[in-house]
């Protein structure tokens, strides 16, 4: 598979006179969202002094700010939604078939929910689900799926009122791994150890009666990091190798966000937060700047990079 370092060379120069077009298309399209946005609030402003004038109730002004917010965040995607279209079909397309040939890219779906729930990383059920940037195929014969994915719970209030709450947020990843798995075993960030140390996060991980029974593993390391649920200890205990859990620990420190991995039936599931789309451009910040371009590249290798990173193409393990 190609390097991080062959995919950022890739970017800026094979895609070098495509980024010049888009940068002169961005250029454009910020003066003319500043423009539009001096406008919109000038008109806003207006009508809340006008509101005011008429002594408004303050649930009257809340409703503006709210509409003031909510048909803002409405103009800047309709403005802002053939760029970001251009973007994804002229350079995420692009890195994505430069990565491996065997992969393909549709920005407009994201992973299937039944993946979601099958994975058994989370305990509530999500009633609403969108996403985007649907990458699907192959590496090295190994099939791997991942995209933007948001799950939501609802809510109602006494009132009749309702709320959607985020169960998750961020990229969700599926790949095939080289065993069929007779249990479920879960992998989640260790919140509890880490905020009231080892003996009372110990206690409060083998009574969370939403999970099945508490591993313990032998890693001090990864037990820091991580608390692991499963069906079946000795499997547990087979899959997490000494190996695998190192490489699971470099796979948080890479990504510096909250990873929760699960192996159910096949495949390998893996969560990672995230609070924004991973693959929107950004108006105000240059596609030719190397940061800006390396969230795009790294990215897209953490994902594609979970096949070497664990190692799914070696038959550690025969197909049970």
Not at 35 to 46: K, Q
Not at 203 to 211: H, I, P, T, V
């Amino acid at each position: 598979m190609i390097s991080s370092s062959e995919l950022t060379d890739f970017y800026y120069k094979e895609l070098h006179a495509t980024l010049q077009e888009l940068e002169k298309e961005r250029e454009d399209l910020k003066y003319r969202i500043i423009i539009i946005g001096v406008i919109y609030t000038v008109i806003a402003l207006l009508i809340v002094l006008s509101v005011l004038s008429m002594q408004a109730s303050l649930d009257a002004i809340i409703f503006i700010g709210f509409a003031y917010f909510g048909i803002g965040g409405f103009l800047y995607k309709l403005l802002t939604k053939n760029y970001a279209a251009n973007f994804k079909d002229k350079v995420i397309s692009p890195l994505i078939k430069a990565i491996d040939k065997n992969l393909n890219y549709d920005s407009h779906r994201h992973i299937d929910p039944l993946h979601f729930k099958r994975s058994k990383l989370f305990t509530s059920e999500p009633d609403r689900v969108r996403g985007n940037d649907y990458v699907y195929g192959h590496i090295d014969s190994i099939s791997i799926q991942f995209s933007d994915f948001h799950a939501e719970k609802k809510h109602k209030d006494s009132k009749g009122r309702t709320t959607w709450s985020t169960i998750f947020q961020g990229l969700f990843i599926v790949s095939e791994f080289n065993k069929n798995f007779h249990g479920t075993t879960v992998v989640l960030p260790d919140t509890a150890q880490s905020t009231f140390g080892d003996l009372i996060g110990n206690f409060l991980q083998s009574k969370n009666a939403m999970r099945q029974e508490l591993v313990k593993m032998d890693d001090v390391e990864f037990e820091r990091e991580f608390v692991v649920y499963s069906s079946d200890q000795v499997e547990a205990r087979y899959i997490l190798t000494h190996t695998l859990m190192k490489r699971l620990l470099n796979y948080k420190k890479r990504t510096g966000e909250d990873v929760l991995v699960s192996f159910t039936s096949k495949n390998i599931n893996i969560a990672i937060a995230y609070n924004k789309d991973l693959f929107e451009p950004s108006v105000f910040h240059s596609l030719l700047k190397y940061k800006v371009a390396m969230e795009y590249v790294q990215t897209l290798h953490l994902a594609t990079g979970i096949v070497e990173e664990l190692k799914l193409n070696k038959k550690l393990w025969s197909k049970l």
